[in-house]
């Protein structure tokens, strides 16, 4: 079936150092979306990437989809203590429907002051 | 809007016990999921649904889980009998578009069975 891995699974930074969390997909993908999970909490979403070759930043954080539509990058510039979190991809199920989430394994971001 | 609403948000039980969750989307989405997530196997979809007819229960682990949405506002998981591996913290989450959408999260059931 379809999945969605990303790597790392975990890191470890010290602030305002960069991060990077990449995410594959075994299937092109019409869409992909970023959500965050602070410790302890729920999935929130950050963005939505639709176009091949897309960048989109918010902030310090830039977001960018592959060409092929198979793959996306979460780019953090300058981490901050508030960046700790669980950072997951997710792209839409082409196995019935697109009307479900794929959601990636997630990596999981630890800032040291 | 309040969001995405659960309940409980913690609930302990003791094996062999029924346990309901509780889920209030938010108004006018239609599309309704419940996901369940653990360190070992992560976030899961078991079950979706569609103008409250249930779409996809390929992620539901066994008969002992069942859900219903009776109407638009108002869904619920249900696990009878409970068993200790079902230990997880259970996440509802709502669209207005499906796979195409951003989706909110409520803010999770801490489910523990002992």
């Known amino acids: 079936g379809q999945q969605v891995m990303q790597i790392p699974q975990y890191q470890h930074v010290q602030e305002g150092e960069d991060f990077t969390t990449y995410c594959n997909s075994s299937?092109?993908?019409?869409?992909i979306q970023w959500y965050k999970q602070r410790p302890g909490g729920h999935p929130v979403f950050l963005i939505q990437l639709v176009k091949s070759g897309e960048v989109k930043k918010q902030k310090r954080l830039t977001f960018q989809f592959g060409e092929a539509k198979k793959n996306s990058s979460l780019h953090i510039t300058a981490t901050q203590t508030t960046d700790v979190g669980t950072y997951f991809c997710a792209g839409p199920d082409y196995g019935g429907a697109t009307n479900k989430l794929i959601f990636g394994t997630g990596t999981l971001l630890a800032v040291q002051p | 809007d309040a969001g995405v609403i659960q309940s409980p948000r913690h609930e302990v039980t003791e094996m062999g016990q029924e346990v309901t969750l509780r889920c209030k989307p938010i108004?006018?989405?239609?599309?309704l999921f419940w996901y369940r997530q653990t360190m070992m196997r992560g976030l899961e979809l078991l079950i979706y649904f569609n103008n409250n007819v249930p779409i996809d229960d390929s992620g539901m682990p066994e008969d002992r889980f069942s859900a219903k949405m009776p109407n638009a506002s108002f869904s619920t998981l249900k696990i009878q009998p409970s068993e200790p591996r079902d230990s997880a913290v259970y996440f509802c989450a709502s669209s207005w578009r499906g796979g195409l959408d951003e989706q909110f999260f409520g803010p999770g059931t801490r489910l523990t069975v002992l």
């Open positions: 299937t092109t993908l019409s869409n």
């Open positions: 108004s006018g989405h239609d599309y």
